[in-house]
Nanobody, 118 residues
Framework: QVPLEESGGGLVQAGGSLRLSCTTT????????MAWYRQAPGKQRELVAL???????NYADFVKGRFTISRDAAKNTMDLQMNSLKVEDTAVYYC????????????WGRGTQVTVSA
């Protein structure tokens, strides 16, 4: 099992910013791909941003231009910079990772709550 741990969630007003981080015990650069997902109450988990080694990041349409995914080798984290937050961004945000180019995500964090108030 590969431990992933998210941090950085919290309560912020609409229009504000938060930065989420995901860390692991091994090298963050060792993963073929990492992603951020989110799940709002009563809704299915959805992909927010995807970072595949050697490729440009991909973003869900609802966060394009507002969120940025990146990996920081020095801190050994994968981060999600979230700007211009909206009330509808309220959700539990999960970090996911995989070592191989597959369609599944074998490793998940426990999630961090992001709450955006009006």
């Amino acid at each position: 099992q590969v431990p992933l741990e998210e941090s950085g969630g919290g309560l912020v007003q609409a229009g504000g910013s938060l930065r989420l981080s995901c860390t692991t015990t091994g090298s963050i650069l060792g993963f073929n791909a990492m992603a951020w997902y989110r799940q709002a109450p009563g809704k299915q988990r959805e992909l927010v941003a995807l970072d595949v080694s050697g490729a440009r990041p991909n973003y869900a349409d609802f966060v394009k231009g507002r969120f940025t995914i990146s990996r920081d080798a020095a801190k050994n984290t994968m981060d999600l910079q979230m700007n211009s937050l909206k009330v509808e961004d309220t959700a539990v945000y999960y970090c996911a990772a995989r070592y191989f180019a597959t369609s599944t995500w074998p490793y998940w964090g426990r999630g961090t709550q992001v709450t955006v108030s009006a």
